[in-house]
């Protein structure tokens, strides 16, 4: 872009004091990871793309279906009815509104195994996950690697973020050594405000920018685990100024979750459904499609590849990955894959 349509498209962020000509700059340098990219990485990348942060990567394990539209402010209609996958559906859209900034989307999981290259070279990472399991794994990679995160969760009305500044701050472990009771609610069983979601995603972003833009912007970093509800109007604040003695990450440094020590191959993945990725196995979708086709109805994009036999759905990636809807029992679904993909 040249500079005189750089500092037109940004004036009004510029004029701002506390970001300016040179924070402009840093943002166009910066590099932010958004893990998963559901309502709250929606927002978040939605935010950042727009305030002209210079490379977004969007890791997102998931496709975008018509129950996401409600809050999912990056997707449309036709990328349920496609099936598109999230990250693929937001890298298309972060295009048609700032095209000059990079966006580097990943269709894949985050585990431990590909955790590494899928974070690496990162300025900031943020949490638009669903679970704490990944959000564990990412404070055990921040801390270790001693990247900036920022925590960010909503269900209900309700929504809660922290910064983690690794060695400044309290992370994620100090402040919850085990997942915490109350946000084991999902959004499949307790409902989301969209509006609560745009709250702890707009608060979140703020403090990513205060991080890329660096210097004084730097100091305002809030040292709170920051929470509230639109609905019963309440908040609260909980000081997170220092780490905890004697925390399994921050202090012990034991990285149990980076050695994924016990992690099933089979998950449960919310609404109904179980995802399997054991290994890698490459799919032809041509082929898989004819083979699947005389057991149900069958049909793929270059995306994702759908295997519809009652009362079960089976969306397949091109990587062997595969989530399976209408059930919540591993056993059936390893079956099902077994039978129809190959064990
Ligand atoms: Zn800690």
């Known amino acids: 872009m040249k500079k005189q349509d750089f500092e037109e498209r940004y004036s009004r962020q510029v004029l701002f004091r506390g970001i300016g000509a040179e924070g402009q700059l840093r943002l166009a340098g910066g590099r932010v990871a958004i893990v998963g990219c559901g309502a709250t990485g929606s927002a978040l990348a939605s935010l950042l793309g727009r305030a002209g942060v210079g490379t977004l990567r969007i890791i997102d394990r998931d496709y975008v279906e018509p129950s996401n539209l409600q809050r999912q402010s990056l997707f449309e209609e036709k990328d349920a009815a496609e099936s598109v996958p999230k990250a693929i559906a937001a890298a298309r859209k972060i295009a048609a509104f700032n095209a000059d900034i990079v966006v580097d989307e990943r269709v894949e999981d985050l585990v431990p195994?590909?955790?590494?290259?899928?974070?690496?070279?990162?300025?900031?990472?943020?949490?638009?996950?669903?679970?704490?399991?990944?959000r564990y794994l990412v404070n055990d990679y921040a801390v270790r690697n001693s990247v900036p995160w920022i925590y960010s969760a909503a269900v209900g009305s309700y929504g809660v973020t922290l910064n983690v500044l690794p060695g400044k701050t309290a992370c994620l472990a100090c402040i919850f050594p085990d997942t915490p009771r109350g946000m084991v609610e999902t959004c499949e069983t307790s409902g989301i405000l969209n509006t609560a979601v745009n709250v702890v995603a707009s608060v979140a972003a703020t403090e990513a920018v205060k991080l890329l833009v660096g210097g004084a912007a730097a100091e305002r970093l809030r040292k709170t685990l920051w929470s509230f509800d639109v609905w019963m109007n309440e908040h609260a604040e909980i000081a997170a100024t220092n780490p905890r003695p004697g925390c399994r990450a921050c202090g012990q440094r034991d990285f149990v979750h980076l050695a994924g020590e016990g992690r099933p191959h089979i998950t449960m993945c919310g609404r109904n459904s179980v995802q399997i990725h054991e290994r890698a196995r490459p799919i032809d979708f041509a082929e898989m499609q004819q083979r699947l086709a005389a057991h149900g109805t069958v049909r793929h994009n270059e995306f994702v590849l759908k295997f519809w036999r009652e009362p079960y759905e089976m969306t397949l990636f091109p990587d062997g990955r595969a989530i399976i809807k209408g059930t919540t029992d591993t056993g059936v679904a390893r079956s099902l894959y077994a039978r129809f993909v190959g064990s």
Do not use: A, Q, R, S
């Open 113 to 134: 195994g590909n955790i590494n290259p899928l974070l690496e070279g990162m300025d900031v990472i943020l949490d638009g996950t669903d679970n704490f399991e990944t």
